[in-house]
């Protein structure tokens, strides 16, 4: 603690991380919370996505998880939502990337016959964007931790940016941030029917799924731009050389 009660300025990520510093008797005036964003310019849509992503799977309602296959982020749950669904037509499961985790995964899903589900392994990055643009909805999910009560996943600002609904498996600040941007659904984490039930409610209802990616990247423009955030740095860096 001794850094942060020496330091002219500290800056949190989280208002979890703010909130804990003042318990512990840091000065609240000198902690700023200046989240991550996303440079929403980056997320144009792409026109061409859908045909070049998912030219195969044309006519499918198609749910994404994109980014890391590691422990923390409990993709059984999310294997286990696709079986729940197994009987379903026209819903594809799609996960991006790679991880510690992944050739287990891989193996799980072979082992439940999920054909519903495609796993695409690790892409460049501007391959995994097509895939954000292309999809009807995004999971955001990570095991159901008191720790991950105060993570904000970057999943959710790309997805957002996008105009992608989203579905989060994420208890505490991320969820915070989605219920009051109005922007997803949020199910309780390693709750595979609650996952596969928000999935169901997203594909019959594509105004619903219009209004939360509308709402979405709104809250983006307003509160989560890069550049903004970014001028808010400066303004704390300014203050403490300053002072």
């Not at 980056?42 to 026109?47: A, G, P, Q």
């Not at 054909?115 to 990055?125: E, R």
Request: aromatic residues 6%; hydrophobic residues 40%.
């Amino acid at each position: 603690l001794g850094l942060y009660r020496d330091a002219r300025a500290v800056v949190s990520l989280t208002a979890s991380f703010r909130d804990n510093l003042v318990s512990r008797g840091i000065v609240p005036e000198k902690i700023h919370f200046v989240p991550n964003g996303i440079d929403p310019a980056e997320w144009h849509l792409d026109e061409d996505g859908p045909s070049k992503c998912f030219a195969k799977w044309d006519g499918e309602f198609v749910v994404s998880y994109i980014g890391t296959h590691g422990m923390a982020h409990n993709l059984e749950t999310f294997l286990e939502a696709a079986g729940l669904l197994q009987g379903r037509e026209g819903i594809r499961f799609l996960t991006v990337g790679d991880g510690a985790e992944f050739e287990n995964l891989k193996a799980l899903k072979e082992k439940m016959r999920l054909d519903n589900v495609t796993m695409t392994g690790l892409v460049p990055h501007v391959e995994a964007r097509r895939y954000l643009g292309a999809c009807d909805a995004s999971v955001v999910i990570l095991r159901n931790s008191e720790l991950f009560k105060t993570v904000i996943p970057s999943k959710i600002f790309e997805a957002m940016a996008a105009r992608k609904p989203i579905i989060l498996a994420v208890r505490g600040e991320a969820r915070r941030i989605v219920e009051e941007a109005g922007a997803g659904i949020c199910v309780e984490p390693e709750n595979p029917q609650q996952l596969a039930d928000a999935v169901l409610r997203l594909r019959d209802d594509p105004d619903m799924r219009k209004r939360l990616g509308e709402n979405g990247r709104r809250a983006v423009l307003a509160n989560y731009n890069r550049i903004q955030l970014a001028g808010r740095m400066l303004e704390v860096l300014s203050t403490a050389v300053d002072g």
